[in-house]
């Protein structure tokens, strides 16, 4: 049986344009789920942040979506400014980890084991990542089982793990398989200090 989420994820809807924008706030609620987070507040500071930075525009990052860099930027962001102005006894380590390996059996095995430590000692861990193939999307992965890969995304979905493949390339286009470019991974993990 699996085990209970302590939090929903938020419905991003049709706009797949700001599915990195949805990933922020999907990560940031799973990584602090006894915060008080206004969602519909924590969603206009990444705009507004958006906006504010201008490069990409507000309005090409709603149409095309954004890289890696730019969800990176944000996400710092909003642990710099947001979420630490929340709770001052709030501690963060975003890992500068990448994934390693190039093999799908490997690289799943890695992302499985840092997803295994959370929940012990105060730990949360997650994983945003961009899938593309059959979707081109940025989701956070939550847990890894031996057959399957749990998406943290509008709803709790699970995959088989034979449908994923990884990739240095990114933005590969197929309709029935998943590619994770290995750079579009990002290890994330709080603590409370």
Not at 5 to 23: M, N, T
Not at 48 to 68: A, C, F, H, Q, W
Not at 98 to 117: C, H, N, P, Y
């Amino acid at each position: 049986m699996a085990a209970k989420q302590a939090v929903r994820p938020l419905k991003q809807g049709d706009l797949i344009g700001i599915c990195g924008v949805y990933a922020i706030i999907n990560a940031t609620k799973y990584l602090f789920p006894k915060d008080q987070i206004d969602l519909d507040d924590l969603f206009a500071f990444i705009l507004t942040k958006i906006d504010e930075r201008n490069n990409p525009k507000l309005l090409t990052v709603i149409l095309n979506g954004m890289s890696r860099r730019t969800l990176v930027t944000l996400y710092n962001d909003v642990l710099r400014e947001y979420v630490f102005h929340i709770k001052k006894d709030l501690d963060m380590v975003a890992e500068k980890k990448k994934l390693e390996s190039s093999q799908i059996g490997t690289a799943v095995q890695e992302m499985k084991e840092f997803l295994d430590r959370s929940n012990k000692d105060g730990i949360r861990r997650i994983i945003i990542v961009c899938i593309d193939g059959k979707i081109s999307h940025w989701t956070c992965i939550t847990r890894i089982t031996d057959k399957k890969i749990e998406l943290f995304d509008g709803e709790i979905k699970s995959y088989n793990i034979s449908k994923f493949h990884i990739t240095k390339q990114d933005g590969i286009v197929d309709s029935d398989e998943f590619y994770i470019c290995k750079d579009n991974v990002i290890f994330l993990e709080t603590y409370r200090g």
